[in-house]
């Protein structure tokens, strides 16, 4: 059964939740421990949950040829949509399809690329862009922003200058650990675990630890993240949802819906188009993109809705989430030829995107103690029908409650 | 039968020619749409060409240890020559080998090298020659020269300068489609395709597709290319065919035969040599590279034809082409000690092999319009004897109908 | 058996030795010649020494996974010492484990990191860091030390400036070549040959021929590398044993123990603790790397002995070489907290971690004439008890013979 009710805006739980009697059905698909990572796998429903009437599947996928040699797709099929994760950039989330609806976009990049073909340092630091084309991918986790010089500590404990490299380091970095988790009692909840390390000597010893789960049926699942600082020494650490959808939620007169508490330009281009920043143009060739930075409103418990609603308002997206968990909302305007990559990127973050330097001097770039964590969720929803659509558009203004929002028409002064 | 008849300058006939009555054999090896990319895999003329009397063969070898790890070859065998495709390498041509000649060289990279394992920006820029021992591989796309600083445009639609890497990415992007079609009725042409994506997100989206063919029995091949802007706006686009000789064709006394307009020495270094700059010596341990930028005459269709013929003049490498493709001929002498890599390439391009900020501001660095494309052809003939090497030098005189060449004595002034 | 003997400073005896009257077991692993790369393989003593009484083994194991993917290791084990060499990664050796006695360290780079993820151009060229974990890793060839600009020779044969990476290349180029050789007589010697080019065009051609050797039941092992230049011309050389220590070797009070003739402090820091440069602190949060350029004296040929000594004396390492061979011995000092890398390195090298520039300033780079070979034999043992480890230490007391080390109070002056 599947309701608007999966939209409800509750405190994110994390990880496996306690307390179900029977054992969950548990497989290890990567470990660099136990040394494993098998090649082609599946497993159904039928077999692993027969009590369960929605067949469900999820299989591990080795794909090969070009760019795309080595790389590992996990397809989660929960019977109404399916989810592609890619084990080996990060634990991103390449598209997620249900039905005619999709998220996800289509990139001019059109390979699932393998980091060993990609070099973030490459193109004055833009080398990220060479396997860009995800739905979700995660920027961060040492830096998030637009490269350029921040200075850091080398390897004789002195404060030097590094060229930081577009979106950080965290989508090329290959998951060391993935197991595929199901409970065996309704919901009977579908998990993919996984975890990335960002670790080097003489730098961040960051762990991210992701869940990405669904139930059979649903129309919505979750991405329940959690950041460990591993190091002896407080660790800064950034880290946004780059969320990206073309076609069919992307078209002329799409409209971005969240309660905006104030918006700010990221620069002069986008300054010429704050007083539409919401609404969305046709593919447009020679766009050149505009962001914007925003603050959102949260309930009592600081939970907020943002969506992406096509035109005719009958379908949409909704991703909900903490503002105190995440409380930097980019919103990434390209709406260029389709050629060329007609996008937007709908991106809740703990920063925005300018360079860690400057995020840094705004107090927007957090630390971990030793040892410490951070835990993030992302409920994600695709809905259809008017109905659907309406009642999430519903939520948004409650929690906006009739304020306006404030709009900055320059961007900010960073000098 | 093989005469110097492939030698016949005539138009170049691109991609699989139309009208065979029987459906030609084909084979897809590689394939990133389809998940495909076999390992060991062989054909032979007595199963595919029944009728063909010359045994040919075409086989796909997966290369294991070291930097060749995960190289893929593909060897066409017609009978008489046998030509190695490297898809990892950008479809370049390893070596073509027909008896005791041979086109390729020697050079201290003796493994096939994965691209994973060249880092491009490296050594200030120079790390494509990590890899670099093909006989032919091609420079480009998106920029094809020497190192250094070029504008460029950013993701956020801004003017600003990177530093371009030695001689382009594509030869070491590997190939995402690869497909062997052999004709099934005489003369049984024997064909590679391959496509090559030099892609990004705010950057170029050049498709290169090539068809590499020959017949059973042939002293001769043809390069047969194809790129593509797939990309909603003008796109800038640079290529060099970097074809490189050693032993045999190459020794004290060899010659180089073009009907040359004029030549123009590369820098300083060159010019002090530009009186001998079709003849060379053996090898010089410490000998520096002297680098020639030719202006070749062609026929009336703007055919011409470059050799490198060898002291005794019975042995020569003919290569023709049209300079309405290709009107930037280099000529790179490295004829250093053979441990260092004696060595000699005979490179027709779009433009020279100076910076593209350079090659921008003389008007040689051609633009894709949206969806165009240019195609190029190269065909290759290994001529044995005083008799088909008098021929091809014959045509060269016919072309150069008499004509001086003009010499530059000094290198271009550039700034 | 296993004495102290082992310790004996004899003149290096490099490669097989000659004159066995039966032929050695001979098993090629990796050749790139011969297109092998074995999966997962195994020998053991029985099969291949049935007189030998200590039961032995080797074995190769591919690693899968995250950024251990397409590693290999060979594994080993004499029955009294388990020795896991990394061919990946430049034949560097992982750990040594003998009983509760460890050559390694805990990394915070938990992975046994594939080059193809190592970008050593990343972070102002400190991307070595990402997969710095071996118990020994070489650092070289073309140069060794700290990253910075240096000169070098063009593609056009000029003078021009590059940045150097932190510690050079080799350790994250893979073996090219990798064999066993058994000798079927008594002492019964077990050896891992690799081969580790570092060649590219218009630069050095600089091979690396390891044997790593040991024999059924002994606590020593032997690293004899031979580096040659195969170029046409003279070629610069670096290269530094970088054998780093954890626990149990390393611990509060732990000493190190060797014949010093003098000691420099690298920099400030380490002139601040020069007074007690040979002994370690337990893990200190926010330490400081202390990094000694130390000489040591030598017997009459030169054979010297470096230790680090447990605090109870009752156990240690020593590490026997020619100070004609490697001259310049780096005590690196990172007593650091266990997260973050609690390290000492004991280095004996050609030169010291400064930048190139400044090695060469100093006379500290050599040369190799085309063609020519500098071999260099490291002799390493595991001893245990007081007995063991004080023959060890008379062995230093008797080389040092009662001259004070000259302790130089302020880091050498570099302008």
């Not at 009590?51 to 080595?70: D, F, I, M, N």
């Not at 994760?85 to 991103?92: A, F, L, Q």
């Not at 980091?115 to 004055?124: A, D, H, I, Q, T």
């Not at 770039?365 to 040892?371: D, I, N, R, S, T």
């Amino acid at each position: 059964m599947v309701s608007t009710a999966s939209l409800a805006i509750v405190a994110a739980v994390h990880l496996v939740s306690a307390g179900a009697s029977a054992e969950p059905f548990r497989e290890t698909l990567i470990s660099t421990e136990q040394n494993i990572d098998v090649a082609d796998w599946e497993i159904c429903g039928a077999r692993v949950t027969p009590g369960c009437s929605t067949p469900w599947s999820v299989r591990k996928v080795a794909l090969h040829g070009g760019k795309q040699e080595g790389v590992s797709l996990i397809v989660v099929d929960n019977g109404k949509l399916r989810l592609t994760v890619v084990p080996t950039r990060g634990m991103g989330v390449l598209s997620v399809v249900m039905g005619d609806a999709r998220l996800g976009w289509d990139s001019p990049v059109k390979e699932v690329v393998h980091p060993k073909f990609v070099n973030l340092e490459s193109r004055g630091g833009l080398g990220w862009l060479d396997g860009f084309n995800e739905w979700m991918c995660r920027c961060g986790l040492e830096w998030m922003g637009h490269p350029g010089p921040d200075k850091f500590i080398t390897n004789v404990g002195d404060e030097a200058v590094m060229s930081l490299t577009l979106h950080g380091k965290i989508a090329n970095i290959p998951a060391r650990d993935v197991e595929v988790v199901v409970d065996r009692e309704s919901p009977y909840r579908i998990r993919v675990w996984g975890r990335v390390d960002e670790r080097l000597f003489f730098g961040p010893k960051l762990e991210l630890r992701t869940e990405i789960s669904t139930e059979p049926g649903s129309n919505s699942f979750r991405i329940a993240d959690e950041i460990t600082n591993d190091g002896a020494q407080d660790q800064e650490f950034q880290i946004v949802y780059h969320c990206n959808h073309g076609r069919p939620l992307l078209g002329e007169g799409s409209t971005f819906v969240a309660p905006v508490a104030r918006v700010s330009p990221f620069n002069a281009t986008a300054a010429k188009g704050v007083g539409t920043f919401d609404r969305y143009a046709g593919p447009t060739a020679g766009y050149i993109e505009q962001v914007y930075c925003l603050k959102l409103h949260g309930d009592q418990e600081g939970r907020t809705l943002a969506m992406l609603r096509n035109k005719a308002g009958d379908r949409a997206v909704a991703m909900a989430f903490s503002t105190r968990e995440l409380p930097c909302f980019t919103l990434w305007k390209n709406t260029t030829a389709e050629k060329d990559g007609y996008v937007t990127g709908l991106e809740p973050g703990t920063s925005y995107s300018y360079n860690r330097s400057i995020e840094r001097k705004l107090g927007r770039v957090p630390k971990l103690a030793p040892g410490a964590s951070r835990r993030i969720a992302l409920d994600v929803s695709i809905l259809s029908g008017a109905e659907q659509v309406g009642e999430a558009a519903g939520r948004v203004r409650a929690i906006q409650a009739g304020r306006a929002p404030r709009v900055d028409r320059e961007p900010p002064k960073l000098d």
